[in-house]
């Protein structure tokens, strides 16, 4: 018998490749995990956030193996924000670029999410460059409540200010509830009007969204279809995201079955 691959039923479904377009986060997990999910998941990986502080304070030698594994399957690590902003607040910032450089990440994520204003980012850009890091800008306060027609404003124009002296994305925040900040409001429900301003100024392929939740997850991709950039999600959680993507998961292909469809069919702006 002939041999079918996933990927030749892919095609007979008419469902279209799509370049990585999810960047899933690791909160904390063994090595193992890691790989493993590496191993299934990478090439739907747009890159690998190792979130929080969890990776300083984790067995050093453990954290080499995950980002040594990421780096075997071409995927690039950013290392999230929270440990940033601690040491930019705290006088270290160079040490802390120091380490990211020396642990072997690819990019780190600034932000002034609960600490002061940033640095010019001309200053901040000069020295990740010096260290062979690149940037993303997250944009949003963790503790600032929903966006208003105002804040949005503000961050977009801090966006371009980011993206002209460097940075390569922007990420919006959402922390790890989608509730009460960002583009959600306090029951988490989605807000295009203050979505929709980060995806005109900068573009699909710049902006990501995080999206830490299932309801957030879909709400960006029924709105913005499967081109969106997505970050924040947990790495259990990947495939589903990706099968929503590709309106292979139920409730997608409910709202649309046909996926021969335009993807201005499929996905109404």
């Given at each position: 018998?002939?041999?079918?691959?996933?990927?030749?039923?892919?095609?007979?479904?008419?469902?279209?490749?799509?370049?990585?377009?999810?960047?899933?986060?690791?909160?904390?997990?063994?090595?193992?995990?890691?790989?493993?999910?590496?191993?299934?998941?990478?090439?739907?990986?747009?890159?690998?956030?190792?979130?929080?502080?969890?990776?300083?304070?984790?067995?050093?030698?453990?954290?080499?193996?995950?980002?040594a594994?990421?780096?075997?399957?071409?995927?690039?690590?950013?290392?999230?924000?929270t440990?940033?902003?601690?040491?930019?607040?705290?006088?270290?910032?160079?040490?802390?670029?120091?380490?990211?450089a020396?642990?072997?990440?690819?990019?780190?994520?600034?932000?002034e999410?609960?600490?002061?204003?940033?640095?010019?980012?001309?200053e901040?850009?000069?020295?990740?460059?010096?260290?062979?890091?690149?940037?993303?800008?997250?944009?949003?306060?963790?503790?600032g409540?929903?966006?208003?027609?105002?804040?949005?404003?503000?961050?977009?124009?801090?966006?371009?200010?980011?993206?002209?002296?460097?940075?390569?994305?922007?990420?919006?925040?959402?922390?790890?509830?989608?509730?009460?900040?960002?583009?959600?409001?306090?029951?988490?429900?989605?807000?295009?009007?203050?979505?929709?301003?980060?995806?005109?100024?900068?573009?699909?392929?710049?902006?990501?969204?995080?999206?830490?939740?299932?309801?957030?997850?879909?709400?960006?991709?029924?709105?913005?279809?499967?081109?969106?950039?997505?970050?924040?999600?947990?790495l259990?959680?990947?495939?589903?995201v990706?099968?929503?993507?590709?309106?292979l998961?139920?409730?997608?292909?409910?709202?649309?079955?046909?996926?021969?469809?335009?993807?201005?069919?499929?996905?109404?702006?």
């Amino acid at each position: 018998m002939t041999r079918v691959h996933t990927t030749d039923f892919l095609d007979q479904l008419g469902v279209p490749g799509i370049p990585p377009s999810t960047s899933p986060f690791d909160p904390g997990y063994d090595p193992a995990t890691v790989i493993a999910h590496l191993e299934q998941s990478s090439h739907l990986m747009s890159t690998l956030k190792i979130s929080m502080a969890s990776w300083i304070v984790a067995d050093e030698d453990c954290t080499r193996r995950k980002l040594a594994a990421a780096q075997s399957f071409n995927v690039p690590t950013v290392a999230g924000g929270t440990p940033f902003e601690i040491a930019l607040a705290e006088g270290k910032l160079v040490g802390y670029l120091d380490l990211c450089a020396a642990m072997g990440l690819t990019r780190i994520e600034c932000g002034e999410g609960f600490t002061h204003e940033l640095p010019n980012p001309t200053e901040i850009m000069k020295m990740a460059g010096e260290r062979g890091l690149e940037v993303q800008i997250e944009l949003g306060k963790k503790h600032g409540g929903t966006f208003t027609t105002d804040t949005t404003a503000e961050l977009v124009e801090r966006g371009r200010e980011w993206l002209d002296a460097g940075a390569l994305q922007v990420v919006i925040e959402a922390r790890e509830s989608a509730r009460g900040v960002g583009v959600f409001d306090p029951e988490g429900n989605f807000n295009p009007a203050f979505a929709d301003p980060f995806a005109e100024a900068f573009g699909l392929d710049t902006v990501v969204y995080e999206a830490p939740t299932k309801s957030s997850q879909f709400s960006f991709l029924d709105h913005f279809g499967r081109e969106v950039q997505l970050c924040n999600v947990r790495l259990e959680e990947l495939l589903r995201v990706e099968i929503y993507r590709r309106r292979l998961h139920s409730d997608a292909y409910a709202k649309m079955p046909s996926l021969a469809q335009s993807e201005d069919e499929q996905f109404p702006r």
